[in-house]
């Protein structure tokens, strides 16, 4: 282990994001990135695939290519923006909307459960912490 905060801060992310992954696959068949791209569109609907790759810090394209498979799915629905019609507007479907917030309130319980035996950790404390941390550096990046 390092004693380096970016290393742990990364690491924890890494080890969340495995977690996670395994019970989103095991249960509902979708990957953490998948159950991601969802989160993102539940907080932010309706948006286009170039707001949507800013959020999750990715490019277009890659965007552009989970659509296909999320939409076969029946979890998201794409539509031409009336305004730009080269524009494509995302939603999620009904099942989208649940899946994502069925999939977000059980790793939400898993990752507090998982904590529970450590009364040392101010979870909430920790997470306003890693809000205010998150908030700095995006607004670092925005002025460079």
């Known amino acids: 282990m390092s004693s380096r905060?970016?290393?742990?801060i990364n690491h924890l992310a890494t080890a969340l994001n495995a977690y996670a992954d395994a019970i989103l696959t095991a249960?509902?068949?979708i990957t953490i990135s998948q159950f991601t791209f969802l989160a993102v569109l539940?907080?932010?609907q309706p948006i286009d695939i170039t707001g949507l790759a800013e959020c999750l810090g990715v490019t277009k394209a890659a965007v552009s290519k989970r659509v296909p498979g999320l939409e076969a799915r029946g979890l998201i629905r794409t539509a031409a923006d009336p305004a730009?019609?080269?524009?494509?507007?995302?939603?999620?479907t009904d099942e989208g909307l649940r899946l994502a917030r069925e999939a977000g309130d059980l790793l939400e319980a898993e990752f507090a459960q998982m904590f529970v035996g450590r009364p040392d950790l101010d979870l909430e404390r920790t997470h306003a912490d890693v809000q205010a941390m998150l908030e700095t550096v995006l607004a670092k990046e925005?002025?460079?």
């Open 84 to 92: 730009n019609a080269r524009r494509v507007v995302l939603t999620l």
């Open 27 to 29: 249960r509902w068949g």
């Open 142 to 144: 925005a002025a460079s």
């Open 42 to 44: 539940e907080e932010g």
């Open 5 to 8: 905060l970016t290393y742990s």
